[in-house]
């Protein structure tokens, strides 16, 4: 074994250079008990590795500093502690800026002393209270998956094989819902003076934990904080060639549920009924068991291209043939074990 190893997990950028002479120099100390003249040095990072939670923002260094016999108990201490007080002091900056864990141990044919520092626990509750406000507060960004449904696919079956689209989707066709969207369960929806009437459609929202980028479809549902209610509101339209946000980005055109069912309430989001209820009366029922993409494999795929944060929203998938609402008509979906959302619609005001 070298005589001074350092492994670093790969999200740390390290000038292991730098971070050697730093332990070799306070190792070394004035030269008369550890001289380590000549000494082997090792540094390798580590790209697969699991910390904690797993989350990507975890690091570690850990250092092996190997020594001869001869020495006393009280010598190998002084030696310890005034080698991990150079390597904390070295390596601040990245532990203010990340959760990281530094170790070292001293080793001798019989003996080891091993010095141990991190700061994963204070990082993981300001991640848990971070993600507590964004759960709180209004999401940054609520995306949605259109045509992830099957009958939706089938109601444009032929015309997918046609100009401008010669073929079906084979990657998420998704839209976005801004902020001026967002609306609340129990608020009156203004619908604009040029709008007759609108498709309410009744969608399961995935509330995300924490930053999703990359995310396999194994590991997909571990960054599921939950599910919400939402109301995908938008101008009936045709054509999904182009951009909808005439239609679908008007004010309040996105009524976000109260409610947050977690996760682990939630025993499979890909066989979840939804009810729309218009006025009262059964308008639709659906099921989330017809997604063509299900919910985990959505996530992964989008995952793929963009990243989510805590608080963020996919829906994952409008059903076809939405209920269409005038104003005065008021809606109320429901969907077990997650909540209710209503909003009654009215018309603008001169």
Same mark, same amino acid.
């Given at each position: 074994?070298?005589?001074?190893?350092?492994?670093?997990?790969?999200?740390?950028?390290?000038?292991?250079?730098?971070?050697?002479? @730093?332990?070799?120099?306070?190792?070394?100390?004035?030269?008369?008990?550890?001289?380590?003249?000549?000494?082997?040095?090792?540094?390798?990072?580590?790209?697969?590795?699991?910390?904690?939670?797993?989350?990507?923002?975890?690091?570690?260094?850990?250092?092996?500093?190997? %020594?001869?016999?001869?020495?006393?108990?009280?010598?190998?201490?002084?030696?310890?502690?005034?080698?991990? !007080?150079?390597?904390?002091?070295?390596?601040?900056?990245?532990?203010?800026?990340?959760?990281?864990?530094?170790?070292?141990?001293?080793?001798?044919?019989?003996?080891?002393?091993?010095?141990?520092?991190?700061?994963?626990?204070?990082?993981?509750?300001?991640?848990?209270?971070?993600?507590?406000?964004?759960?709180?507060?209004?999401?940054?960004?609520?995306?949605?998956?259109?045509?992830?449904?099957?009958?939706?696919?089938?109601?444009?079956?032929?015309?997918?094989?046609?100009?401008?689209?010669?073929?079906?989707?084979?990657?998420?066709?998704?839209?976005?819902?801004?902020?001026? @969207?967002?609306?609340?369960?129990?608020?009156?929806?203004?619908?604009?003076? &040029?709008?007759?009437?609108?498709?309410?459609?009744?969608?399961?929202?995935?509330?995300?934990?924490?930053?999703?980028?990359?995310?396999?479809?194994?590991?997909?549902?571990?960054?599921?904080?939950?599910?919400?209610?939402?109301?995908?509101?938008?101008?009936?339209?045709?054509?999904?060639?182009?951009?909808?946000?005439? !239609?679908?980005?008007?004010?309040?055109?996105?009524? %976000?549920?109260?409610?947050?069912?977690?996760?682990?309430?939630?025993?499979?989001? &890909?066989?979840?009924?939804?009810?729309?209820?218009? &006025?009262?009366?059964?308008?639709?029922?659906?099921?989330?068991?017809?997604?063509?993409?299900?919910?985990?494999?959505?996530?992964?795929?989008?995952?793929?291209?963009?990243?989510?944060?805590?608080?963020?929203?996919?829906?994952?998938?409008?059903?076809?043939?939405?209920?269409?609402?005038? @104003?005065? !008509?008021?809606?109320?979906?429901?969907?077990? !074990?997650?909540?209710?959302?209503?909003?009654?619609?009215?018309?603008?005001?001169?």
């Amino acid at each position: 074994m070298p005589h001074i190893w350092i492994e670093y997990s790969g999200n740390l950028k390290l000038d292991t250079r730098a971070l050697m002479r @730093t332990v070799q120099d306070a190792a070394v100390g004035d030269g008369t008990l550890f001289p380590l003249a000549g000494a082997r040095t090792r540094a390798l990072r580590v790209d697969d590795y699991l910390i904690v939670d797993g989350h990507p923002d975890n690091a570690f260094v850990h250092v092996v500093l190997r %020594i001869g016999h001869g020495r006393s108990d009280a010598q190998k201490a002084a030696l310890g502690e005034r080698v991990f !007080q150079a390597l904390t002091a070295a390596l601040a900056p990245h532990m203010d800026a990340n959760p990281l864990g530094i170790s070292m141990q001293i080793e001798e044919a019989d003996a080891v002393l091993n010095y141990k520092v991190n700061n994963y626990r204070d990082y993981l509750a300001a991640r848990a209270a971070d993600a507590a406000a964004a759960l709180a507060a209004p999401p940054r960004t609520v995306v949605g998956a259109a045509l992830n449904t099957r009958q939706s696919l089938e109601a444009l079956d032929g015309a997918m094989d046609a100009p401008p689209y010669n073929a079906p989707p084979k990657a998420p066709v998704l839209f976005i819902k801004p902020a001026n @969207t967002y609306a609340q369960d129990g608020d009156v929806i203004t619908l604009p003076a &040029d709008v007759d009437e609108v498709e309410v459609a009744a969608c399961l929202g995935v509330v995300f934990s924490r930053r999703a980028t990359r995310v396999g479809e194994a590991d997909a549902l571990a960054y599921v904080a939950g599910y919400r209610v939402v109301a995908d509101i938008s101008v009936p339209h045709a054509s999904y060639f182009r951009p909808a946000l005439k !239609q679908k980005c008007r004010d309040g055109f996105c009524p %976000i549920g109260r409610e947050l069912a977690p996760a682990a309430s939630v025993a499979d989001p &890909d066989a979840l009924e939804i009810e729309i209820h218009v &006025d009262g009366a059964l308008a639709q029922r659906v099921s989330t068991a017809d997604l063509v993409r299900p919910v985990a494999q959505l996530i992964a795929h989008v995952t793929q291209f963009m990243s989510f944060d805590a608080g963020d929203i996919l829906l994952v998938g409008a059903p076809h043939n939405a209920p269409r609402l005038r @104003t005065g !008509q008021r809606y109320d979906i429901r969907i077990p !074990q997650v909540g209710t959302l209503s909003n009654r619609l009215a018309a603008a005001t001169a």
